[in-house]
């Protein structure tokens, strides 16, 4: 589905015509369930929270969300994104994960800290966490990583939700993933 069709679709949902949201259901599960899958394609088969679970708990809560603050389809699935992040590090921090550190913890991955699953939950907790403190001194780096670590967004499809160009995409997710990685190997 074309993003302008889309937006159509989320606007005339916005405006209560139920009809919309029945016909914008199956594009938004494909999508979360390629979100969803590239989030968890690299688990083991141990993860307690299966793709369906992930998709299913992300798409009731953009359902519940405000529908009068989606501005298009690339700010739903940015929504999406932040939601599936939200999900994930909660389950991370429920099964009683050891929030940074401790003796002999070793040098880990940006790409495998981002990676949930019960033996990188303390990871998973410590790349959420210095997401936060990214976050507070440069949005935009942090909100690149989210779409890309947690939404699976490409390059190119994080340049139109942000409305910025993939020169700057790439730049800033380099600046992003270096502070990440020296964070996670501080930590």
Do not use: C
């Not at 259901?25 to 968890?40: K, Q």
């Amino acid at each position: 589905m074309e993003s302008a069709e889309f937006t159509t679709l989320l606007k005339s949902w916005q405006q209560g015509n139920k009809q919309a949201l029945d016909d914008l259901t199956p594009v938004v599960y494909r999508e979360l369930h390629r979100i969803a899958v590239a989030r968890m394609r690299e688990e083991r088969g141990g993860h307690t929270l299966s793709p369906t679970a992930l998709i299913h708990e992300a798409y009731m809560q953009l359902v519940e969300h405000k529908q009068d603050q989606w501005h298009g389809r690339g700010h739903f699935f940015s929504v999406a994104s932040h939601l599936m992040r939200q999900i994930l590090a909660k389950h991370a921090r429920a099964r009683g994960a050891q929030k940074r550190g401790g003796a002999g913890q070793v040098k880990v991955e940006l790409d495998e800290a981002a990676m949930a699953g019960p033996e990188r939950d303390g990871l998973f907790v410590a790349l959420d966490d210095a997401l936060d403190e990214l976050q507070k001194f440069d949005e935009r780096k942090a909100r690149i990583m989210e779409l890309k670590y947690f939404g699976g967004l490409t390059i190119e499809e994080i340049a139109e939700v942000l409305a910025v160009s993939v020169s700057t995409i790439t730049r800033e997710s380099r600046l992003a993933e270096a502070w990440l990685q020296d964070s996670l190997t501080r930590s």
